[in-house]
């Protein structure tokens, strides 16, 4: 079983269209993360959700929407898409949260690469 | 937020010999991790060391944390060329560009 998946795998789009990334995590923890890993493989973390609340937005345009319906699932929502937006998309899980007994071990997606043209 | 600066950005070996990775780091931290990314791939956690160790093995892997110098170390034994990949380090929830290993068989 797929422990954390992301959907689609793939994106290619337009300027100016509004585009959504799934993820879902099948582990049962409790803390979700959205990362942006751009062409020079710098990768960066941009929110994170503990139990549907928000508790990082890292500087990131409010263009870029995350929405957790329930702590399983962590969607990322893109309005107005650029071209600088076009990177590798990583959502992760954790047990705990930043600096909690728990560590902070990360289980990371596939990835959805998003082209924008 | 913290990054991690991995050293040296590109490394290639031989198959069979020992690679080191390093890792510095600005503020204080509960622990630090290593991941590894095959090209294309998400990242795989490897190991977490606590900031109250010194030192920790996993395999053929060991990793070294000296907080008095805000630096940690990867050591890839025996490598093999699965190894190819990627390492990153991560003092807390942002990662730096990775050190590329390249294992040539």
């Known amino acids: 079983d797929t422990a954390v998946s992301q959907t689609p795998k793939y994106l290619v789009t337009q300027m100016g269209n509004d585009k959504s990334i799934k993820c879902e995590q099948n582990l049962g923890h409790d803390t979700m993360y959205w990362y942006k890993q751009d062409s020079k493989k710098f990768l960066k973390i941009m929110f994170s959700y503990n139990n549907k609340e928000l508790i990082i937005n890292e500087t990131v345009p409010n263009r870029f929407s995350p929405k957790s319906p329930d702590k399983a699932h962590l969607n990322l929502h893109i309005n107005s898409l650029e071209l600088g937006d076009s990177a590798v998309y990583f959502c992760?899980?954790?047990?705990?949260?930043?600096?909690?007994?728990?560590?902070?071990?990360?289980?990371f997606g596939p990835g959805t690469r998003l082209t924008v043209t | 937020s913290q990054q991690g600066e991995e050293d040296p950005q590109a490394l290639s070996i031989q198959e069979g010999e020992n690679a080191t990775m390093n890792c510095s780091y600005k503020?204080?931290?509960?622990?630090l991790q290593w991941y590894r990314q095959n090209s294309g791939r998400g990242l795989v956690h490897l190991i977490l060391i606590r900031s109250n160790e010194r030192e920790k093995h996993s395999g053929r892997l060991r990793v070294t944390l000296d907080t008095s110098k805000k630096s940690s170390s990867l050591l890839i034994t025996a490598s093999r060329a699965a190894d190819t990949a990627s390492y990153f380090c991560a003092p807390k929830l942002t990662f730096g560009k990775g050190t590329l290993l390249t294992v040539n068989p």
């Open positions: 503020t204080s931290i509960n622990n």
């Open positions: 992760a899980s954790s047990r705990g949260t930043s600096g909690s007994n728990f560590g902070d071990e990360q289980y």
